[in-house]
């Protein structure tokens, strides 16, 4: 019989052998060319027009599900000054920028024009007092929550499987797995934001009523 080991070796063994690795641009592109029966590659060759497609098609879809404006990639109530000029310039990856939608002044209606904000209820870019704003930010591939990161592969391997492929059962099971991955962002959304339909007002929540606390007394 085999002498007992101590818990610690094995916690040692485990840190000293496994890794785990993150999703990168490079593994979703690998994980969409596995997807439509490709070899994967070490490196992203850009001068490869296959890579470059899907490489394309990854950042295409990245844009499009952050664009829907999740709780990781919003921020409300932003107070931004205008510069100088009374200029306020939308930042180069700021999807969303309007004005925050619990203020109840009306008279302003802000609008992205020529790189800036335009008000059309005054008709000028010029403004004279702070906004307070919403902000949906994009950011790298690699900077996004893992679910979404999982969604963003399944959501653009169903686009390349659909335009390099002829294979509508191919094309339907990856659809299978879009829609999977989709359920997970929408259940890590509902964990992170704590969403309510009563609409709480920005930086408060709401505690609903919870039977147990009345059965403790």
């Given amino acids: 019989m ?21 999703d990168t641009e490079l593994s979703a592109v690998n994980s969409i060319l596995g997807s439509i029966g490709q070899s994967p590659i070490t490196t992203l060759n850009y001068e490869n027009p296959e890579i470059s497609f ?24 932003i107070a931004v000054d205008p510069d100088a000029s009374g200029y306020i310039t939308i ?8 004005i925050h939608d619990g203020l109840k002044d009306k008279s302003k209606d802000v609008v992205q024009r020529n790189g800036r904000l335009y008000d059309l209820v005054n008709h ?24 979404f990161q999982r969604y963003i592969t399944y ?22 797995d879009e829609a999977k991955s989709r359920a997970v962002c929408l259940e890590y959304e509902c964990d992170k934001a704590d969403p309510s339909f009563f609409g709480n007002p920005h930086e408060s929540i709401y505690t609903s009523y919870q039977p147990y606390n009345a059965l403790r007394r």
């Fill in 2 to 22: 085999g002498r007992l080991r101590s818990p610690f070796f094995f916690t040692k063994f485990f840190m000293a052998t496994s890794t785990i690795d993150t």
């Fill in 54 to 77: 899907i490489y394309n098609i990854l950042a295409e879809v990245n844009k499009d599900v952050q664009n829907e404006g999740w709780h990781f990639n919003t921020e409300q109530h």
């Fill in 91 to 98: 930042p180069n990856n700021a999807l969303r920028y309007d």
């Fill in 124 to 147: 000028t870019d010029v403004f004279t007092s702070t906004l307070y704003l919403d902000l949906v930010t994009l950011y790298a591939f690699e900077d996004l929550p893992n679910p």
């Fill in 155 to 176: 959501r653009a391997a169903v686009r390349a499987a659909t335009q390099l492929v002829s294979n509508v059962q191919l094309t339907q099971l990856l659809k299978e």
